[in-house]
Structures are given as C-alpha cells and as structure tokens.
C-alpha cells in the first residue's frame, strides 16, 4: 500500500472527529453552567436555613434540608456526567492514536519489505552482470588467442601491405639472412631476424620474442596444443 493511501485511509476515519469533539464539549460546558447553577441554589437554601432555622418547625426544617440533600444530588450528577463526557473524548482520542501507530508500524513494514525485495534484486543484478562481464571477458580472451594464433607477423605485414614477395616466403633461412634487412622492419625469434616461412606463436603472453622460424626451433609441423619456446620453456623450469 502506497504511503498516500496510508495517509488517505487515516485522513478519512478522522474526518468526523473534530464534529464529535465540539459536541462533547459543548455538553461539558452545558454541563458546568447548570452545576454552577446548582451551586448557587444550595448557597441559597444553606443561607435561608441559617436564618430560618430557630423558627422553623421540624417537618419544614426536614423539607428545607431534603431541598438542599436534592440539589446536591443534582449537582454530583451533573459532575459524574461530565466525568464521562471527559473519559468518552479521551478513548475517542485515544483509539485514533493507537490506530495511527498500528497504520504506521505496517508501512514501516510494507517499505522494509520493499528494501529488502529491491536489495535482492540489486545483489542478483550486480551478480547477474558479474557473471556477464566474466563471460565477455572470457570470451574476449577465446578471440583475442585465436587471433594472436591466426594473424602471424607475416599475415599483419600482408594485410598492411605486401613487405616481402611469396618467392621470399619460400626461401631457405640462410637465403634470407644474406639478403640486406630494412632497419625499420620488425625482427623475431632466436636469429633476431624478420619474419618469413612458417611460424609459431609462444602460448606465453609474456614471452618477449612471441613470434618463432620453424626451422629455428626445429619444428616441421604446427604441433597440437599449446607450445612455448626454449627459453620460456627454461624460465618456466626453473620456477
């Protein structure tokens, strides 16, 4: 339930409130009136009775002290209505207090509860993107090593531009290295030589040289899995 509905539904049940407490003090006050004119009457009767009293015979004076015993009952009446005039305005206060805290201490639930249930979904989101981010992270690794695997120097150079001939990716190693070397063009392997023929990649993201010649490393094939050169090979031995 929303706080406005909360508010209105209280709004409502107190909405006659105001009328029944007016009433009931005008009656208090109607009350008061007549009690104080009660009072006036005993003063009355008690002051004639003084004075009458050595001349009065003793039925009349029985009839004059009935009068003032019934004006004092009246008045302990009009009191004792007045004393529940004052309970009745209390409970009706009261009860609407007691209902307030009740409609107060269930919102403070429902929101609570609200927390709670949006705290949850937030933790199953976070966790929920946790998972999502580690997956594209994964996935970008997968890409990234098929991609250092597929795209060799010698495959970036052609698709840069055509730096070298095929008949000079065909060449023997020894062909190549007596041929003069551009000074701006990359080296690799063991020789610290450019790239040319068949070559492999170390499965090593730190290695420094990265890029093998078959022949170098005395492979003929690619071999299956991973592979790393002699001297990460070495490194990693002595780990």
Not at 86 to 107: G, P
Request: charged share 35%.
């Amino acid at each position: 339930m929303a706080k406005g509905m909360y508010l209105e539904h209280y709004l409502d049940s107190i909405e006659g409130l105001p009328c029944e407490l007016q009433r009931n003090f005008s009656l208090m006050e109607d009350l008061d009136k007549r009690t104080e004119a009660k009072k006036a009457e005993i003063s009355e009767l008690a002051s004639e009775y003084i004075e009458k009293v050595k001349n009065l015979a003793s039925e009349e004076r029985v009839q004059h002290l009935k009068k003032i015993d019934s004006a004092y009952n009246k008045c302990k009446e009009f009191s004792d209505d007045k004393v529940q005039l004052a309970m009745q305005i209390y409970e009706m206060v009261d009860k609407h207090i007691r209902r307030l805290d009740a409609e107060l201490a269930r919102f403070e639930n429902d929101l609570q509860e609200k927390l709670d249930s949006g705290s949850q979904d937030s933790s199953d989101e976070k966790q929920s993107r946790k998972d999502k981010n580690m997956k594209d992270k994964r996935g970008s690794h997968a890409r990234d090593k098929k991609t250092s695997d597929q795209d060799s120097p010698k495959q970036k150079k052609m698709k840069n531009g055509p730096n070298i001939s095929e008949s000079l990716l065909a060449m023997h190693p020894s062909d190549v290295l007596d041929m003069p070397v551009d000074p701006n063009e990359p080296t690799y392997c063991l020789c610290s030589q450019v790239s040319y023929g068949e070559m492999i990649g170390c499965d090593n993201s730190d290695c420094p040289i990265e890029w093998f010649h078959f022949a170098c490393v005395g492979l003929a094939t690619k071999p299956k899995g991973k592979w790393y050169c002699p001297r990460c090979t070495q490194d990693m031995k002595k780990k």
